[in-house]
Nanobody, 121 residues
């Protein structure tokens, strides 16, 4: 089994910063992509940022220049540094990983349980 465990959410004032972490564990052979999605109340889940094993990044237009995704491949951990936070960044943030497991050639996608980020004064 594979688990993704997120941490780092919380309440922050507008203009503040937070750093989210997501550690993947279990029977993991290789991880091709890790990323962060978010879902605000009444809205669909959307991609925030992703990072492939080759180092290719993809950001939502709304977070470009403010958020930075990074990865520690040795620890199977992905980070999201969020700066200049705005009230519209308020959402539950979910970690996502696309990977191969030991003894299984099928590509699989896993989700974390989500962590709440609230930007409010």
């Amino acid at each position: 089994q594979v688990q993704l465990v997120e941490s780092g959410g919380g309440l922050v004032q507008p203009g503040g910063s937070l750093r989210l972490s997501c550690a993947a564990s279990g029977s993991i052979f290789s991880i091709s992509v890790m990323g962060w999605y978010r879902q605000a109340p009444g809205k669909q889940r959307e991609l925030v940022a992703s990072l492939t094993s080759a180092g290719t990044t993809n950001y939502a237009d709304s977070v470009k220049g403010r958020f930075t995704i990074s990865r520690d491949n040795a620890k199977n951990t992905v980070y999201l540094q969020m700066n200049s936070l705005k009230p519209e960044d308020t959402a539950v943030y979910y970690c996502n990983a696309g990977l191969l497991r030991y003894g299984n050639s099928a590509y699989a996608t896993y989700w974390g349980q989500g962590t709440q980020v609230t930007v409010s004064s």
